[in-house]
Nanobody
Framework: QVQLVESGGGLVQPGGSLRLSCAAS????????MGWYRQAPGKQRELVAS???????NYADSVKGRFTISRDNAKNTVYLQMNSLKPEDTAVYSC??????????????????WGQGTQVTVSL
């Protein structure tokens, strides 16, 4: 019953910026980590940024210095601020969450979830 909903994708010119949002809802006890993946045509899906419950972040080399991942714990939301966008950033961006969720009032378990993906296109 946990859902991830992504938003913020769209068409932007090279050098422009976008901010992606991923909101998790449902019976969530805590989050262990959340991350953003992307997949471009003809390429495998890759992890571009992640953040842990302690706030530690990790970035793919291709986006370091341009992308910033952050979270709002109160809203169970993770953001990806993308600046200085390049055409090679064009991809479907998907949110992934490693969560501890409630099965009922007494039991919880650790599960991984995916959002539906949002298209980011960087083009003139």
């Amino acid at each position: 019953q946990v859902q991830l909903v992504e938003s913020g994708g769209g068409l932007v010119q090279p050098g422009g910026s976008l901010r992606l949002s991923c909101a998790a809802s449902g019976s969530i006890f805590s989050f262990n980590a959340m991350g953003w993946y992307r997949q471009a045509p003809g390429k495998q899906r890759e992890l571009v940024a992640s953040i842990t419950s302690s706030g530690s972040t990790n970035y793919a080399d291709s986006v370091k210095g341009r992308f910033t991942i952050s979270r709002d714990n109160a809203k169970n939301t993770v953001y990806l601020q993308m600046n200085s966008l390049k055409p090679e950033d064009t991809a479907v961006y998907s949110c992934n969450a490693d969560l501890s969720v409630w099965l009922d009032s007494l039991r919880r378990t650790r599960m991984g979830y995916w959002g539906q993906g949002t298209q980011v296109t960087v083009s003139l």
